[in-house]
């Protein structure tokens, strides 16, 4: 089945830099990409996602990359805020989505 | 509140009893997950309905977990002679369509405790 490896396990950032988590995939077949963010006390949520069709795709200060031959993806959070503290989770998806273990991300002031 | 309902939110019990959790997903949606999360880690998928008919179940699912869905709306998890290892958040999620790739939205989950 599939496995998804996820690093750094924790990422501090200055506000206002940027943060990059990275993931790969083992099944060569997935073809969906999201990410989630959790926050304490809640489910993960959608903050975007990826198909396998696409290589990049940009949402205000989020951008995520795939590279299908190297079975990688990355999230980019650039400009970071305070907010964007939290747990981020990648997965990958042929016919069920599978987490990584997640990116705890601290925003420092 | 339309989002996923989760019950209880918090669940103290001793080993060997069992428990039951519900999830009430977003109206209408026809796909409704199942995930299991431990301190630390990411959710680990447990089972899925399509409507009422359960469609996979992973391995992590022993015989003391069994899932419904009767008539494809709320569903529920019980959990058989628990023990120890069964301490955890458990995730449910429910999704619009029929297919696989789509946006799952969460509920707050049920911390189950086993003493």
């Known amino acids: 089945g599939e496995n998804v490896e996820q690093h750094p396990s924790t990422l501090s950032v200055q506000e206002g830099d940027s943060a990059v988590i990275k993931c790969t995939y083992s099944?060569?077949?997935?073809?969906?990409f999201p990410w989630y963010k959790q926050e304490l006390g809640k489910g993960p949520q959608l903050i975007i996602d990826?198909?396998?069709?696409?290589g990049e795709k940009k949402d205000q200060r989020i951008a995520v990359t795939l590279n299908k031959t190297a079975k990688h993806f990355s999230l980019h959070i650039t400009e970071t805020q305070p907010e964007d503290s939290a747990v981020y989770f990648c997965?990958?998806?042929?016919?069920?989505?599978?987490f990584g273990k997640g990116t705890r991300l601290h925003i420092l002031p | 509140d339309t989002g996923v309902s989760q019950n209880p939110r918090h669940k103290i019990t001793k080993r060997g009893q069992n428990v039951t959790f519900r999830c009430d997903p977003i109206?209408?949606?026809?796909?409704l997950y199942w995930y299991r999360q431990t301190l630390g880690q990411g959710p680990e998928f447990l089972t899925y309905?399509?409507?009422?008919?359960?469609?996979?179940k992973s391995r992590l699912l022993s015989d003391r977990f069994s899932a419904e869905r009767p008539k494809g709306s709320f569903s529920t998890l019980e959990i058989q002679r628990t023990e120890q290892g069964d301490s955890a958040m458990y995730l449910c999620?429910?999704?619009?369509?029929?297919?696989?790739?789509?946006?799952?939205?969460f509920g707050s989950g049920t911390q189950l405790s086993v003493l």
């Open positions: 990826i198909r396998s069709n696409v």
């Open positions: 997965a990958a998806s042929m016919d069920k989505i599978i």
């Open positions: 099944d060569s077949a997935s073809n969906y």
């Open positions: 999620a429910s999704s619009p369509g029929t297919g696989a790739n789509e946006k799952l939205f």
């Open positions: 309905f399509q409507n009422e008919a359960q469609l996979e």
């Open positions: 109206s209408e949606h026809n796909r």
